[in-house]
């Protein structure tokens, strides 16, 4: 096997993540975010030439592009004061300028679209109530806003069509039950089109071109996600769309001609868009991207482009533009660091073991360039968030990391993991720190069977909800892992839940997990910071100080209780960090000090590049 060349935590974290997708109205030019910078602001890229340009400078606060305006010389963004998951919806003149449109400490503007003749655009705000979502329509040249829908329960936009008279809504109260609802305008009257009986999953919903019928996402009758289509008229629905997984969301483009979908493959995580052209009912997909995931595609106004981002395990997420007419796709961007040959990253495998009561759990498997039957290479259990998240193929600067530098990784989509169907997505219901824990434990026995890993120096390490499997592996399996990792997850359950952020759904988290005061008890047992007196492996926890998910006592109260009964722990906090690494500067820091705790805890005769103090608190 060949050996890869070794890089630096800088130069893996150095690879631009990019997102959103707007087109200019001459559709010149496409509006899109990168944290190129170190943090993210708004780009745009002319088609023309392939010419990029920096249009936001922040240095320290989120910046999300949303939409250029209709003059094309103003742009909608939106930006996260103090990186504490708000979006304060703005508008940045060619001067400079900025305008702020949701003033607020605590504000979320969701920006849904534009009216048909392009002079107004749809936006959901929750700066009345926190808890709730209020629908506007705002005027793109003076702001002035005008109220559609006042919410009094917790309502999602979907949906409106062209005439404006009617809204689509979603509303959840459980995990694994929501129903679409259709909003009357001028009679202020909400209807549920999706009654049922029993758990079902209806959401997503959008109208067609016409608005004559209402398509929408829905596993009812089956383990994995379809498209309905349900005639306004007579009332009737059918089945339109099924895939091998899951269908995760579909839409169709501003003239209607095309409906766009995207299915999940369980046996791949791949992610495909199929493009369905509603005047010939012909279905095709773009070639040359069998090994990568398609992901947020937006069609032009005039229906001739459609814009959208592929990725796999080599190559991060590129922005891409495809012609109808000519049916040539171009690639936009590189987000892949220089410095970095693609060659010496990892493809990972698609693998899946049996539980400890049978049920077969998929993973994903990254196996170092180099590594041999004899050479006996440690391992990471790679734990993701959520709970109900799942890790699926796609460019992860900080896995490649840690495989680059000798550590074989299993990610592993524990039960409650989305896309591999319903049963298996609810079949964590009220069992955190139990049944999806006992299945990273039976990762290790799978590692076990591979011959290339020494299972005496296999730790495991999440992010958010992975964070609280990693202590709770700690807490509750003490023997059975080398050493944990936390980054940015909770220890008590219970004061999480009791603190939870106002925008939350708290129906639903408490549905799942338990209620802080009808299920003190339960919460409690799976709590880690109640049971830190069993934890005697390394633990290594990672916060950032101004984290609104998880807040920095959760941290704090579980480095103190380790240290009170003796146990090892090492603690870095993030000043200028929310939840997780938004800042390309920390991101470098965390993830070169956990390698350092790994090697120092797992190979000999290390030479550390950097000291770790067993506390420190990293600064701006």
Known sequence: MRSAKQYTSAQFMNTARISGIAFSPDEEKILYTSDASGIRNVYEVCLSDGRHRQLTYSLSEDIQSISYLPNDRCILFSKDLGNLENSILCVLEPTGKEIVITPGAEVQTLVHGWSLDQRSFFASTNERDQRLYDLYKFDALTFKRRLIYKATEKFYFCSISPDEKYVLFAKSDRKADSDIFLYDVSREEMKCLTAHDGDVLNCLAVFNGDATAVYYITNEGSDFRYVKRLDLASGESTCVEKASGDVAWTFFSPDGRRRISFCDDPYTTLRSMKIHDEETGSVFTLSGFDDRSLNCAVVSRSGRHVAFYAEGDRSPGNLFVHDFETRFTTQLTESLNRDVDRQDLVESQIVSFHSF????????????????????????????????????????????????????????????????????????????????????????????????????????????????????????????????????????????????????????FYDKIGDPQKDEELLRSISPLFHADKIKRPVMILQGANDPRCPREQSDEMVAAIRRHGGPVEYLVYEDEAHGFRKRKNAIHAYEAILNFLDANLKSNVIQVQSNPMEATVSA
């Open 357 to 508: 009561d049978g049920l077969e759990i998929p993973c994903l498997l990254w196996r170092p360039h180099g590594t041999t039957e004899t050479g006996r290479a440690p391992a990471l259990v790679w734990v993701h968030g959520g709970p109900g998240g799942r890790l699926t193929k796609g460019y992860k600067g900080r896995i490649q990391y840690f495989v680059n530098h000798g550590y074989v990784v299993l990610g592993v989509n524990y039960r409650g993991s989305y896309g591999f169907g319903k049963t298996f997505y609810n079949a964590d219901h009220r069992k955190q720190g139990r049944e999806p824990l006992w299945d990273c434990v039976a990762a290790k026995n799978y590692l076990a069977s591979l011959g290339y890993v020494d299972t005496a120096r296999v730790v495991i390490i999440g992010a958010s909800f992975g964070g609280y499997m990693a202590l709770a592996a700690a807490a509750f399996c003490e023997n059975e892992f080398a050493a944990a990792v936390d980054i940015c997850g909770p220890s008590n359950l219970v004061s999480l839940a009791k603190k939870l952020p106002k925008y939350w759904d708290k129906k639903r």
